[in-house]
């Protein structure tokens, strides 16, 4: 927000409800419009799948209103509490970023080797033996001033579920593990890496090492 928000009514039709000039929408918009447009672009509640999904879904309004800051604003939300991960296209699993999540989690590629794992074959007909093993993780977590847990029944790590978190959840987290904050904080680090190797595929452990 750069510039002041001129605000103005409509009198004759709507007399004291206040609407303003959007840019990004191109549009005039009172202000309860603008907050629900921005809650369906970016909290979960109001859009199954959040932001991730609203994009991916291609709504012209949910794409223009994320991450917007006027938009929070209007809503009642601090988006600056969210985690910068909130919401983007990134593989829980990899932390690749991609066009698309299937079942709204993972990455094409890392589904499929999901699938030839829990199968006990690939498309080759042998047994997969690079990948690692899937088990149910949990983590625990407070948001909004409650506690919230997540499982994943079929995650590399406790660190995939952590990831999954930080993308999906419209309120700020914070964990209760020391050992989740810590590598909360090194997610956006580690996906840059993700994303200058685009041809090689790991999982990440939780130190940060790629275990496979």
């Known amino acids: ?114 699938y030839e794992y829990l199968r006990g074959f690939n498309r080759k007909g042998t047994k997969p033996i690079t990948h690692p093993p899937l088990s149910a993780h949990t983590v625990e977590y407070l948001a909004d001033d409650e506690v919230r847990e997540r499982t994943i029944e079929h995650a590399v790590s406790r660190d995939e579920v952590v990831v999954a978190i930080l993308r999906d959840e419209h309120d700020a987290v914070e964990f209760f593990e020391d050992a989740d904050t810590a590598f909360a904080a090194r997610v956006d680090e580690l996906c840059a890496q993700a994303w200058r190797a685009p041809t090689v595929r790991r999982w990440w452990g939780r130190q940060g090492e790629a275990v496979a």
């Open 1 to 114: 927000m750069d510039a002041p928000i001129a605000y103005f009514e409509y009198a004759d039709l709507l007399p004291g409800v206040r609407h303003f000039t959007c840019e990004r929408m191109r549009a005039c918009l009172s202000i309860d419009a603008c907050a629900r447009n921005w809650r369906e672009a970016n909290m979960r509640g109001a859009c199954p799948g959040g932001m991730a999904q609203a994009l991916e879904d291609g709504g012209k309004s949910r794409i223009a209103c994320a991450r917007c800051p006027l938009g929070a604003a209007h809503a009642g939300a601090d988006e600056s509490k969210l985690h910068p991960l909130r919401g983007k296209l990134v593989c829980a699993r990899c932390l690749k970023s991609a066009s698309r999540l299937i079942k709204k989690h993972l990455c094409v590629s890392c589904q499929n080797r999901e």
